[in-house]
C-alpha cells in the first residue's frame, strides 16, 4: 500500500492550493465552505490509498475542488454540482490550477460527470467515469458526519465503510479550529498526520 504522503505528492501543487479559497464560493458556509472540501480531499486521498486507483488521484482532487462551488444555499440542491462544472469555464485560474496539478485535459469530462452526479443522482456504473463519481461521492459522504446523519451502508465501497469513524475524529479535532484560509489545509493535513499517528 502507498503512504499516503505519496499519494498526497501526485498533486504537484502546494498545500495552500489544494482547497478553494472561500472567496472563490459563491456561499460562504461553513457547511459547505472552505474547510469542508478540504476534509473531503483527505477522505479522497485515503480512498485512493485503500482502492489503489492512483490514476483517479489528480482527478479526484479537482472533482473535489469544484463540487461545491456553485451552491447559493445550504439546503438540499440537485443541480448545484451541475452548477459548479458548468462554472469551471469562467475560471481560467481554476482550469490553470488543475493543469499544474496534473490534471491531464483527457480526464475534464469524467470530472464533469463526477461533479455533476455527486448531487444529482446515483452514477450509472455502465458509464466510464462511474469510478470517478462514486470515490467522490463516498468522500464527500464521509464528511456527513458534520451533520450526524453518516450511514456508512450507503458507501460504495467497502474501504470507505471502515472510514466513518476517522471521519468522526477529523471532524471533532478540527470543526471550528482551523482557520480558513490558505493555510486550512496545510493545518489540516498535519491533524490526519496526528490522528493516524495514533493520537487522541
Known amino acids: 500500500m502507498r503512504d499516503l504522503q505519496d499519494i498526497r505528492a501526485i498533486i504537484r501543487v502546494p498545500d495552500a492550493d489544494l482547497a478553494p479559497p472561500p472567496e472563490l464560493f459563491l456561499h460562504r458556509s461553513t457547511l459547505h465552505g472552505q474547510a469542508h472540501v478540504a476534509r473531503v480531499l483527505v477522505h479522497a486521498l485515503r480512498l485512493v490509498q485503500a482502492t ?97 446523519d453518516l450511514d456508512p451502508r450507503f458507501l460504495r465501497h467497502e474501504e470507505a465503510k471502515g472510514m466513518a469513524g476517522f471521519a468522526q475524529r477529523l471532524f471533532d479535532r478540527t470543526d471550528g479550529v482551523l482557520e480558513p484560509g490558505p493555510g486550512l489545509f496545510a493545518g489540516l493535513w498535519r491533524e490526519v498526520g496526528l490522528l493516524l499517528a495514533g493520537a487522541p
Request: proline letters at 7%.
Open 52 to 148: 489503489g486507483f492512483l490514476e483517479e488521484t489528480a482527478p479526484l482532487w479537482a472533482s473535489v475542488y469544484l463540487h461545491d462551488l456553485a451552491r447559493t444555499h445550504d439546503g438540499v440542491s440537485r443541480r448545484h454540482g451541475r452548477d459548479a462544472w458548468e462554472r469551471l469555464a469562467t475560471l481560467p485560474a481554476v482550469e490553470a490550477l488543475f493543469a499544474r496539478g496534473g490534471v491531464p485535459a483527457a480526464a475534464l469530462p469524467a470530472i464533469g460527470y463526477a461533479v455533476t452526479m455527486h448531487s444529482a443522482a446515483e452514477p450509472d456504473p455502465a458509464d466510464p467515469a462511474y469510478r470517478l463519481a462514486a470515490l467522490l461521492k463516498d468522500a464527500d459522504a464521509l464528511d456527513r458526519v458534520r451533520l450526524g
